[in-house]
């Protein structure tokens, strides 16, 4: 299931912490590999040159996103809990593999580590289940500018728990968010009455459709900036690496997630046979397990992304990331291409940037006032003060 995900998401919000710490925890995650006798140079700028991490890590994330939507998006698909439990799975097997061939490294289980953190790994299984259920009601360049509304939730509970600011260019990034949400759902509304008619039963089902997907964004955008909120306290209790949260918020929602599969979802041979159509099987089991080895490469090449670049990089890329994951929505499924639409995404996109610059611009004042002296110097003293001083001393 994967946290990676949600980082994919969340990227620029995890950039509210200190982004010192974040730059040394991606970097110790996946330490850069020492050149050996054998390897060639080439093979070593290929490793470190930023354009392959950076592409990598967009693709990744699209890859994720347009795999989801392709489960979710059949018709009246309603196993979600045991689409979470399978891409967990899935994502447990893959790192303790790559864990195996020394690609990268994790702390082995500890029931008390498993103790303190299983309160974040149960939000976020609140936050991502809520996250599947937005993602099936509504479009995916929908889905993808309002998730920028977590932004703002965070920053204010930055602001309330944590002692943090608001700065003015992240107010106006802030009122770009909510404007491209508004033309996104007034986007979506218009589309469905001039499809179907105003007075269609038709046209009453897509809009009652959309206010449930509105719902679960809702719920999603709460949940969300709660995991992240709490998993910034919990952080510092357990010093988690990367991967160890992926590890530990994985191993623990298996049993979570498969209990409320079993108790929770209609296992009927009918209800099994409508998620899982002769027609479709193979491509919907081959999109789960690949959605759960996405939520492992969003984690390798979001750590690759901070160790070639840097942490500011890895922020913008964040915002920029936004644009083609929308686009992708217009491409792969029929989500209206209409000048309404197109002019939320253009907003959402431009709002990302304006908060990533903000946050640079934050962080570049944090480091400059770091870097004031912290002790008055020592003030210069006249010749005649000098001696007075010094037959004192005698």
């Known amino acids: 299931m994967a946290d990676s995900k949600k980082r994919d998401d969340l990227v620029i919000d995890l950039g509210d912490d200190k982004r010192g710490d974040y730059d040394s925890t991606m970097r110790s995650s996946v330490p850069p590999t020492p050149r050996t006798p054998g390897q060639s140079a080439p093979a070593s700028a290929v490793s470190n040159n930023p354009i392959i991490p950076v592409l990598s890590y967009c693709g990744s994330s699209i890859l994720m996103t347009v795999t989801n939507k392709f489960v979710l998006s059949g018709s009246g698909y309603n196993l979600n809990f045991f689409l979470l439990c399978v891409q967990s799975v899935v994502c447990v097997i893959a790192i303790q593999t790559c864990k195996s061939f020394g690609v990268i490294t994790y702390r082995d289980f500890n029931s008390d580590e498993a103790r303190k953190w299983f309160p974040v790994s149960l939000s976020l299984i609140v936050m991502i289940y809520t996250s ?24 204010y509970g930055e602001v309330l728990w944590f002692g943090g600011s608001v700065s003015g260019m992240s107010l106006f990034s802030f009122g770009l968010m909510v404007l491209s949400s508004v033309i996104a759902a007034w986007a979506d509304i218009q589309h469905a009455l001039q499809n179907f008619g105003h007075a ?23 949940c969300s900036a709660a995991y992240v909120l709490g998993m910034r306290k919990r952080i510092k209790l357990t010093n988690f690496k990367d ?13 979570i997630l498969l209990v409320a599969s079993i108790f929770l ?3 009927s041979s009918e209800n099994v046979e409508k998620n899982f159509p002769i027609d479709r099987r193979n491509n919907i089991i081959a999109a789960m397990i690949f959605s759960g080895l996405s939520s492992v490469f969003i984690s390798y090449t979001s750590a690759w992304c901070v160790r070639v670049t840097s942490s500011t990089t890895y922020s913008m890329v964040g915002a920029l990331n936004k644009l083609p994951i929308a686009v992708s929505g217009l491409i792969f499924f029929d989500a209206p291409v209409t000048i309404p639409s197109v002019s939320a995404i253009g907003v959402g996109f431009i709002s990302g940037i304006v908060y990533a610059l903000a946050k640079v611009k934050q962080s570049t004042k944090s480091k400059m006032g770091m870097s004031l002296p912290t002790s008055n110097p020592p003030m210069a003293m006249s010749a005649s003060s000098q001696s007075a001083r010094d037959s004192f001393k005698s």
């Open 132 to 155: 599947t259920k937005a993602l099936q009601y509504l479009s995916i360049p929908v889905y993808t500018i309002f998730k920028n509304l977590t932004i703002i939730l965070i920053a």
């Open 200 to 222: 269609s039963d038709e046209a009453s089902q897509k809009i009652s459709t959309l206010n449930a997907g509105y719902m679960w964004m809702l719920f999603n955008c709460l």
């Open 243 to 255: 991967f160890d949260t992926m590890f530990y918020n994985n191993v623990l929602s298996i049993p």
């Open 265 to 267: 979802e209609n296992w």
